[in-house]
């Protein structure tokens, strides 16, 4: 299974006391192919240094470095779905130019692109992939 996680996600899934942990686990177990991008990349570790325990971004991005189940997609095509937030673009490009099972957001911004009919990327929420990872 190959999965974007947008960044939000990510923040919530490393947290050890999260409800969200399972996520994080997961891939540790390999239960999915995480499917990222330079951009996303930069934006995790961002984030994580902003908004996590020092040394936490260090290690999540060794992690990455590291891990067979990280797959690194490069962009081929711009598709600008998201009009609101330019930002979150990054994350649905990569998910269409890798044909990701799904991608993983909480975010509202994302929701425009269930309307599209090409390309067409399964958005779902963490509550969602969570009951998806318990059936695996």
């Given at each position: 299974m190959k999965v974007v996680l947008d960044s939000n996600i990510l923040l919530v899934a490393v947290g050890k006391r999260?409800?969200?942990?399972p996520?994080?686990?997961?891939?540790?177990a390999?239960?999915?192919?995480?499917?990222?991008?330079?951009?996303?990349v930069l934006e995790y570790e961002e984030i994580l240094q902003?908004?996590?325990?020092p040394g936490v971004a260090s290690l999540i991005m060794?992690?990455?470095i590291e891990s067979p189940e990280v797959i690194y997609q490069k962009i081929y095509y711009?598709?600008?779905a998201i009009k609101n937030d330019p930002e979150d673009n990054k994350f649905f490009d990569i998910a269409v130019a890798a044909n990701a099972d799904y991608l993983v957001t909480n975010d509202a911004h994302f929701n425009v692109t269930r309307?599209?009919?090409f390309p067409k990327v399964e958005i779902?929420?963490?509550?969602?992939f969570l009951k998806i990872l318990d059936k695996s």
């Open positions: 999260s409800s969200y942990r996520i994080w686990n997961a891939f540790l390999g239960k999915f192919k995480l499917i990222v991008s330079e951009d996303v902003q908004r996590s325990a060794e992690i990455f711009l598709w600008n309307e599209l009919k779902i929420t963490a509550e969602e």
